[in-house]
């Protein structure tokens, strides 16, 4: 059957995808490897006819996450000091693979034959999105403008606190009339 | 095998794992954000999983659902990565059990 090899396809290079951003040690080569699993996680959407929520996802996490993910690693040197993994956080997950697994597996209603539903095209959602959703669309608008002000916050250089502090003075780079006068 | 909620919902499970475990283990925080929306992907596949081959697929909550927590997990992304690259600068280290400044 065409539909199940392809889902196995797309699947097992996922779930590859995903160990290996798990497990690999260059950070570099993690985060290319999460791009991979979230293009496959996209894939399964469009699979599952669910096509904007998979554009969405190309769109958001292949473009703008990894994007950010790189930068992150790029701005923090990335480099993982010591390779020595904990065993308990390996232990902790596989206990919880297996409860999620068995709980999958014991629901006999989650096994039956069921036959998939037509999917819903781009004008039904933007038609839901402006008038069910309109709140929560708004909501989201707003949160999202909040956390991206607040990210560039955090994460700009305080320069009237910083000028005080002589540790981050030394590693301030000479200013040009200081190299001229120096010359 | 001609059970395809289960087939979606048992990956799911597995995917939720490999975040689970790569946020538990990996010293880079970098890397455990990114295990952290591993496990917010593996959560989305299965709102569109249950959307799908549910009873009242022309409700479109599923995809709704799905839809706004990419919004708010890219606000997290966001927002966790500036933290990241905050403590960076004061720390000058990525490694999260170096954060640990408030351990009493």
């Known amino acids: ?183 | 095998m001609n059970a395809p909620l289960a087939q979606y919902l048992i990956f799911s499970a597995l995917l939720f794992t490999v975040g689970f475990a790569g946020a538990l283990v990996r010293r880079n925080a970098i890397l455990a954000l990114v295990g952290i929306e591993i496990m917010l992907n593996a959560a989305n596949l299965n709102f569109i999983a249950f959307w799908r081959f549910g009873p009242h697929p022309e409700a479109l909550t599923g995809v709704m659902f799905v839809i706004f927590s990419i919004a708010v997990a890219a606000a997290e992304a966001a927002v966790g990565l500036a933290l990241v690259i905050a403590i960076y600068r004061h720390r000058r280290t990525a490694q999260a059990p170096q954060f640990n400044s408030l351990r009493g």
């Open chain 1, 1 to 183: 059957m065409p539909h199940e090899l392809t889902f196995l396809l797309v699947a097992g290079a996922t779930l590859g995808a995903a160990v290996a951003a798990m497990a690999l040690r260059n950070i570099v080569h993690c985060a290319l490897a999460a791009i991979g699993a979230f293009a496959g996680l996209a894939a399964l959407y469009l699979q599952l006819n669910a096509e904007f929520a998979g554009f969405a996802q190309i769109l958001v996490y292949v473009g703008a996450v990894a994007i950010l993910i790189l930068f992150a690693v790029m701005l923090t040197h990335g480099s993982e000091a010591s390779s020595s993994t904990r065993a308990s956080g390996w232990a902790v997950a596989a206990l919880l693979g297996l409860c999620l697994a068995l709980g999958v597996g014991r629901s006999p209603s989650l096994w039956r034959d069921a036959k998939p539903a037509a999917g819903a095209s781009a004008r039904q959602i933007g038609g839901a999105l402006v008038s069910e959703y309109i709140v929560p669309l708004e909501t989201v608008g707003l949160l999202l403008t909040s956390a991206l002000l607040g990210a560039v916050t955090i994460a700009l250089r305080e320069t009237e606190t910083k000028t005080s502090d002589p540790g981050i003075h030394e590693e301030r780079p000479p200013r040009a009339s200081e190299m001229v006068s120096r010359s």
